[in-house]
């Protein structure tokens, strides 16, 4: 789908590395820019601990180049690289770029069709645009990290990096959107791409109902406030989901597990003096999961399986799809959708650091 488009990557640790290797499994040449010392995500950390499991599952299908842009020949090597890109994403502080001689202004004069995105935590200006921060702090100020509670209201630090990965998916669109404006007017773009802005941006609903009825957290009855879209434990204490908002769903689990006589109480709430609430419990608590899994694929009632991360390669459905696959002693998940059971058959693993700098020097050396 992108096969020569060449995408120049100077962004490190996960968002923008996110975003080239949506890019990348569409088929466009990335070449990741690195420092001497390489990107950090390459060493463990807290999270990684033992290794960088972060860099290699967000590196593949990328060529790496080490330059020190803090050197002006290494500059213009950067800018030589620029000059024959289509696409260049940074995730710098604002301010930076500029000072490495590689900002938009720079790219521009080398190459005036460029697609530049410059992905950061806040964007180009406003108060915050220096002030470093996570993943959590983007869900905090967007406020979908309040749509997270417990039983006691208090939001939950989820394991999953959601502002991380959505803002990755936010810039790989406006790339791809810009891509398209440039295949018609010939013109490139500036995409200033902000986590926190696309954070907020999910929160298109919650804003609009808290201006019209000053309610807090959106379609709140499906937050623990109906019988039949809630989370239920199983007999072996794991878990299932089930979303039957819809009657004909309910109607389907409802005489699935004969039990005619619940079909008008889907809508009532799952308080612990709702009689039709404790025998749903005992119901899911009467089965193991693998149990109701088997009954979520025979019966059309909008229930699933809480899966683990183990777990998601032996679903049926993951492997008819075939995002997950086995590579390089593991298993990888293809971001690309249309060409999913494709993607990763003939894909390349996670570059060394500067692996591919005397190739890239040399092709410039060619073309300049």
């Known amino acids: 789908m992108l096969s020569g ?54 590196g593949r299908n990328k060529k790496s180049i080490v330059l020190n842009l803090k050197e002006e020949s290494q500059r213009y090597v950067a800018l030589d690289l620029i000059s024959q890109a289509d696409v260049v994403i940074e995730s710098f502080r604002p301010g930076v770029t500029k000072r490495l001689g ?23 200006d406003g108060p915050m645009q220096q002030l470093g921060s996570h993943d959590l ?7 979908a990290l309040a749509q997270l509670t417990d039983d006691n209201g208090s939001p939950i630090p989820p394991s999953l990096t959601f502002a991380d990965m959505a803002g990755g998916m936010a810039a790989s669109e406006a790339i791809l959107a810009a891509l398209v404006q440039r295949g018609k007017t010939g013109k490139g773009a500036y995409l200033d791409i902000a986590i926190a802005d696309v954070m907020l941006t999910m ?47 309910w109607e389907n689990f409802c005489e699935a597990v004969e039990k005619p006589q619940w079909r008008t109480a889907g809508m009532t709430p799952p308080h612990d003096d709702n009689p039709v609430y404790q025998d749903m419990k005992a119901l899911f608590q009467s089965r193991t999961l693998a149990e109701w899994t088997a009954f979520s694929l025979q019966v059309d009632c909008c229930l699933t399986p809480i899966l683990e991360a183990g777990e998601l390669y032996r679903h049926p459905q993951m492997q008819a799809r075939g995002l997950i696959q086995e590579c390089w002693g593991h298993r990888y998940v293809g971001t690309s959708y249309l060409e999913s059971r494709f993607v990763l058959d003939s894909a390349s693993p996670a570059p060394k650091l500067g692996e591919h700098t005397e190739e890239w020097l040399t092709r410039l050396m060619k073309n300049s």
């Open 137 to 143: 702090n983007y869900m905090a100020l967007s406020g």
């Open 203 to 249: 929160m298109t609903t919650h804003v609009l109902l808290e201006s019209a009825t000053g309610e807090q957290h959106g379609l709140s009855k499906l937050s623990r406030g109906l019988v039949s879209y809630g989370i239920y434990q199983t007999m072996d204490q794991r878990f299932v989901a089930l979303a039957a908002l819809e009657s004909k769903f």
């Open 5 to 58: 488009i060449l995408v120049v990557d100077f962004s490190q640790h996960l968002p923008g590395p996110y975003a080239t290797l949506r890019l990348a499994d569409r088929g466009a040449q990335v070449v990741k820019v690195e420092t001497p010392l390489g990107d950090p995500a390459r060493k463990p950390t807290m999270i990684d601990q033992k290794d960088n499991y972060l860099f290699r599952a967000n």
């Open 102 to 124: 590689i900002s938009y202004e720079d790219a521009v004069k080398v190459n005036p069709g460029i697609v530049y995105c410059s992905l950061s935590g806040y964007g180009q």
